[in-house]
Structures are given as C-alpha cells and as structure tokens.
Antibody
Framework: EVQLLESGGGLVQPGGSLRLSCAAS????????MSWVRQAPGKGLDWVSA????????YHADSVEGRFTISRDNSKNTLYLQMNSLRAEDTAIYFC??????????????WGQGTLVTVSS | EIVLTQSPGTLSLSPGERATLSCRAS???????LAWYQQKPGQAPRLLIY???SRATGIPDRFSGSGSGTDFTLTISRLEPEDFAVYYC????????FGQGTKVEIK
C-alpha cells in the first residue's frame, strides 16, 4: 500500500524558513517523480515543485522560484521541500504527491494527507 | 502556460441525478494529458481519471471522462451520496496546472 506521510509544517514568521519532509513507502521510490502541491485555506490546488525519480531535474512554480527548493533522498525514501523567505501568501496545506512515472508526463496517482504551513507574525 | 477553466463553479443536484462537469483549456492539450481529481472536505484529493478517459484503480464506472483538444468533460452517471465533493481537472503534459474546481453539492 502506498503511503506518503508529510511532516514539518507549523507556524513561521514572514521571512522565515521551514523544511517539509515526506516519508514514502509501499513503492519503489526511485522509480517515480514526486511533487508538492499546496492548497490555501478555502482555495483550489496549486502545484509548487516537482523532482524526477533520479533527482537529477527539479522544477518550481514561478511563485516560489528562488525561494523554495525540492530535493529527495532515495536512500531514505524521503522527499523534502526547503522553504525560505516565506510570505503570508505561502500559507497553505502542502501535499506530498507521487507521480505515475519517473519523468514527465505524469499525473498524480497518490497524495499524502498534507501538512499545514502558516506564515504569520 | 495552459489555463484551465472549469464550469459551472457549483452544481446543485440530487442523489441519483447525472452530473456533467466541464474543463476547457486555453490551448490544445497534447495527447489528452488531462486528469480529474475528487476532493472531499478535510481530505486529500483522489485521482479519478487520467488520459482524459481512463479510470484510475478502484474508481466506480459511474465516473467517466471524455473530450479532446481543448474541451473535456467528467460525467457522473448517477450521483451517490459520497460523490458530493469538489472536482478538479489538471493538464499534465506541458504544465501541471489545475482548474479552479467545480463543487457538486446536494440540492
């Protein structure tokens, strides 16, 4: 059974940093691309970042480019999102999401339950 | 970037009725790389349809997807109580953008 368990969310001040983690199990981690998708309170889904199965290639939405960094440790079956220079508009639930292939194109076949990030003073 | 526009914003229907949800893309979707997701309150989204018309594992056959190019449709043939939720389309060929969602609510 595929499981994705996010952690690391919390309350942080504007300009601060946070690192999210996602522990994956139930599949061969290195074979699949992974992404982070967020959802602001009461809003829709917003893709944030993606990384290929090997970890060689990463992609970020324009809204987070230069502030967020996605990475993975395939030896630990863990996905990360380093978030710096956080803004109030980054407040959202962050979902760890599995792609159905190692690289594009892929849809999102499994989602974690999400971790809440709140950026506020 | 491809922009996806979903309509209607809200669909008010009764259990047993047919639901038809639309997703229109600002550019042609390559190779029908279009997916649909369902999200219930307080839950993560769940994959329903990929490749515009292929049902994901475990998805009941009352859910069907159709369309090509710029116009796509998700149809729920007979609404069950558990189907009242928000539905999102997503283009995954060129970008990873989502539509803004359609809420299917009980009338």
């Amino acid at each position: 059974e595929v499981q994705l368990l996010e952690s690391g969310g919390g309350l942080v001040q504007p300009g601060g940093s946070l690192r999210l983690s996602c522990a994956a199990s139930g599949f061969t981690f290195t074979r699949y691309a992974m992404s982070w998708v967020r959802q602001a309170p009461g809003k829709g889904l917003d893709w944030v970042s993606a990384i290929t199965g090997s970890g060689d290639d990463t992609y970020h939405a324009d809204s987070v480019e230069g502030r967020f960094t996605i990475s993975r440790d395939n030896s630990k079956n863990t996905l990360y999102l380093q978030m710096n220079s956080l803004r109030a508009e980054d407040t959202a639930i962050y979902f760890c999401v599995k792609g159905d292939a190692a690289s594009r194109p892929y849809f999102f076949d499994y989602w974690g339950q999400g971790t809440l990030v709140t950026v506020s003073s | 970037e491809i922009v996806l526009t979903q309509s209607p914003g809200t669909l008010s229907l009764s259990p047993g009725e047919r639901a038809t949800l639309s997703c229109r893309a600002s550019q042609s979707v390559r190779s029908n790389y279009l997916a649909w997701y369902q999200q219930k309150p307080g839950q993560a989204p769940r994959l329903l349809i990929y490749g515009a018309s292929s049902r994901a594992t475990g998805i009941p056959d009352r859910f069907s997807g159709s369309g090509s190019g710029t116009d796509f449709t998700l149809t729920i043939s007979r609404l069950e109580p558990e189907d009242f939720a928000v539905y999102y389309c997503q283009e995954y060929g060129r970008s990873r953008t989502f539509g803004q969602g359609t809420k299917v609510e009980i009338k």
